[in-house]
């Protein structure tokens, strides 16, 4: 149940979101679900090296991508212009706060990661949204991550033996990234018929597996984050799901991909 009804929460919340909400809303609820995973973002790489008011500084420093894109409207440029001038601004950072810390260069190298993580991925997130049908391409790409999850969990405990990336993260299998494919690709068609206006169902199909491999790609590599930080989950807000940055992993890597697909290949 610690799963379950927070999982049906959000999924609510994201279709009210999607379906329901203005464009305005949703930028700010991004900025505010990107706010949220930057903090849990830098206490995984600072731990509790950063003051009150230097955690701050980088949750507001970190997302300046998407903030730039909500004043841009236009991913590309916004994502760009913000990851420059965010940057500079983590330089700075580190040359005010450079005697605090006997490992600066490491902490500003997981510092600027964290700006292409989560500032430049979740920017293309609100992108995708600013697009012609931008609510139904986001569902579809909920429920392709949604349903890989829950493929690769429910096919990986039954039949997974052989470890996908063991070092990287043990309980993932190869009958799991099966079980991802294999629920995630008619995720995709299901959704795109309900929610799409006359989907183009060859592009939706070649576009779910290539987001369904993202997808994997992106939940692996926050593990990477957490096993070089030492962390099991980036938070505990959400219950048994962990931290937001632990709900949103998979959408951070396929949100982007789709709208490249969407706009520079369809």
Request: hydrophobic share 55%; proline share 4%.
């Amino acid at each position: 149940m610690k799963r379950v009804v927070p999982g049906i929460l959000l999924a609510l919340c994201w279709f009210f979101l999607l379906f329901k909400g203005s464009i305005t809303l949703f930028a700010a609820v991004i900025a505010v679900v990107a706010i949220w995973a930057t903090d849990e973002y830098v206490r995984m790489a600072g731990g509790q090296r950063f003051s009150t008011l230097q955690r701050i500084l980088l949750d507001i420093i970190l997302p300046l991508p998407l903030f730039a894109t909500m004043m841009t409207g236009d991913a590309g440029t916004g994502a760009l212009y913000g990851l420059l001038f965010a940057f500079g601004l983590l330089a700075i950072f580190t040359f005010a706060t450079y005697a605090d810390f006997s490992d600066s260069y490491d902490l500003f190298c997981r510092l600027a990661f964290g700006t292409m993580y989560l500032g430049v991925l979740s920017a293309f997130i609100l992108g995708l949204r600013l697009l012609p049908e931008g609510g139904g391409w986001l569902l579809v790409v909920t429920a392709i991550t949604a349903g890989s999850d829950t493929g690769a969990y429910y096919i990986g405990r039954a039949y997974g033996k052989s470890k996908l990336c063991p070092v990287i993260s043990p309980n993932k299998t190869w009958a799991g990234a099966v079980g991802g494919f294999a629920f995630g690709v008619p995720a995709a068609v299901l959704f795109a018929g309900m929610f799409l206006v006359d989907p183009p169902w060859l592009f939706i199909t070649i576009a779910a597996i290539l987001l369904t491999g993202a997808g994997i790609a992106g939940d692996l590599t926050e593990s990477i984050i957490k096993r070089g930080t030492g962390v099991k989950d980036s938070g505990h807000c959400l219950g048994g799901h962990g931290g937001i940055l632990d709900r949103i992993d998979s959408l951070l890597f396929c949100g982007p991909l789709l709208y490249f697909l969407l706009v520079v290949v369809r």
